[in-house]
Structure formats: C-alpha cells, structure tokens
C-alpha cells in the first residue's frame, strides 16, 4: 500500500467520524431549539393560545398574526410554541416507556433462554401480529381518548421491538469470554446481565430509541387528528391540522405551520439517530 492510500485508510474513518458527529450535532441542535422554544412558550409565544380573536378569523400570515390565525381567530404562531410542549412531551414518554419495558424484557429472554425465552417471544409475535397503528387505535378507542390513554398504548404495543432488538444482542453477548469469566467467579445472574451484558446493547438501543421517536410522535399527532389524541382547545399539532383541514385552500397556513414544525422536530431526532449510527460503525 503506498503512502497515500495509507493515509487515506487512516484518515476516511476520521471523516466519517466527523460526518456523523456534525449530523447529530445539528439534529441535537435542533430539538434543543425547539426544547427551548417549548419551555420558553409562555414568554415567546405573542398571544394566549387559546385566546379569541373574532375580528381576525383566518387573517393571513402578517402583522400582527405572523403564522395567521384559525378559524376562531386564535394566533397559530402562540398554538404552534405551545403545542411544542405535548409533542416533545409525547416523543420523551412514549419512548422511555416502551424502552424500560422492552429492554427488561429482553434482557431476561436473551440471557436465561429456555421456557422463558420461548414463552417472552410467543407473547412477542402475537403483539407483533397486528399492525402498530391499528392496535394502538383499537386501545385507545376502547380505554377512551386522550393522551394518557396513548402512553398505555404505547406501554402494551410498542416495547416489543426493544425487546426483540435487546434479546438480539443479548444472545451475542452473553456467550463471550468475559461473561463466561464473570460466571466462572461466581457473580450473580443480576450482577452479570446489568454490569456486563447491559452496557454492550446500549448502543443499538439508543439509536433506535431516537429514531422511534419519530414515530411516537407521528402517531401521537395522528391520533390528535382523528380526535383520539390531545382533546381541543388544546393546542396541539396534530389538532391543529385537524381545525385547518376544512381551511387547506382558502387558509393554509393552519396546517402548514404545525405541519412544518412536526417535519423540523422529527428531522432532529432522524439526524441523531444518523449521526450515533455512523459513530458506531466507525468504532466498531
């Protein structure tokens, strides 16, 4: 290998390396925009959320309405700040949730095998049997809507691909030589599977839990928009696309707005997952 093509082989990982963590820089930036931008709503937004306008129904995108408003007169730039708070808040707990669950799950399926594997991945296939967004109406529509209701949802459907992803792992990790050594000294099962096997699946993990993020959020604001979700006045996006949708031709900016700001948020944590996915291949 001549000396280019050396330092061309040193240097490429080096630069993929720097690709990545630029994609996940700018992604983090970005939700942290729009984190701020939530906390922050009451003292950014121009308007109450809420409040009417009757002299103002459908006014356009200008002074003093900068995004328009609905047709109630409601200010959208004030419903899209604040409704950044539901949907960031949907995207957090509709992940961490399944995430506990799902890796718990795994964890125990993978590592001790046997009847609890074969029971844990039957119970797996039957959830996995159903399309996600149609059971996650089914319950829903039975339990009654609101976003609490979506969080339990999201508990009973959703931890099942952590779980298929960490047992994965798990079946990998568990026959290598150091587990093998921490069993041969005598450690306890608990202290092997959370000092040893656990931190090795952190990586895929994390990764997947940013990108199901996305799609927590989408199907929160899907329901919001079948009225299964977050209950009007509240603003939220997916209601909001839901108020404008009778509004699209003669008032677009109803749902453009929100529409806009879900695309930026999930473009984030799409770019983040990206970002920590190169890494890992890089080191690894």
């Not at 994609?23 to 925009?33: K, Q």
């Not at 691909?161 to 921490?182: G, I, M, P, T």
């Not at 984030?268 to 997952?273: A, E, H, P, Q």
């Amino acid at each position: 290998m001549s000396d280019i093509q050396a330092s061309l082989a040193v240097h490429a990982p080096r630069r993929r390396l720097k690709a990545g963590s630029l994609e996940a820089g700018i992604g983090m930036a970005i939700i942290l925009g729009w984190l701020l931008l939530a906390l922050g709503a009451s003292l950014v937004a121009p308007y109450d959320p809420n409040g009417l306008d009757l002299a103002a129904v459908l006014a356009a995108p200008g002074e003093p309405h900068w995004f328009g408003t609905d047709n109630l007169g409601r200010d959208v730039l004030s419903r899209v700040l604040h409704g950044a708070r539901i949907d960031i808040w949907v995207g957090f707990v509709g992940v961490v949730i399944p995430l506990v669950i799902g890796v718990g799950v795994g964890l125990i399926s993978g590592y001790f095998g046997g009847l609890t594997d074969t029971v844990l991945m039957r119970l797996v296939d039957v959830t996995v049997a159903f399309p996600f967004f149609i059971l996650v109406i089914a319950i829903v529509g039975v339990l009654g809507p609101g976003l609490a209701n979506y969080f339990v949802a999201l508990a009973l459907v959703s931890w099942v691909a952590y779980a298929r992803l960490v047992r994965a792992e798990v079946l990998v990790v568990r026959r290598l030589e150091y587990v093998q050594a921490a069993r041969a000294l005598g450690f306890s099962d608990a202290v092997i599977v959370l000092r040893h096997v656990l931190p090795n699946v952190l990586g895929s993990i994390t990764i997947y839990a940013w990108t199901d993020a996305v799609m927590v959020i989408l199907a929160g604001a899907s329901l919001g928009f079948l009225g299964l979700g977050a209950q009007p006045p509240t603003a939220e996006w997916g209601v909001m696309i839901a108020d404008g949708q009778p509004y699209i031709v003669q008032a677009w900016w109803i749902c453009f707005f929100p529409g806009f700001a879900m695309v930026t948020l999930s473009l984030g944590f799409i770019l983040v997952s990206d970002g920590l996915a190169r890494r890992l291949r890089v080191s690894s």
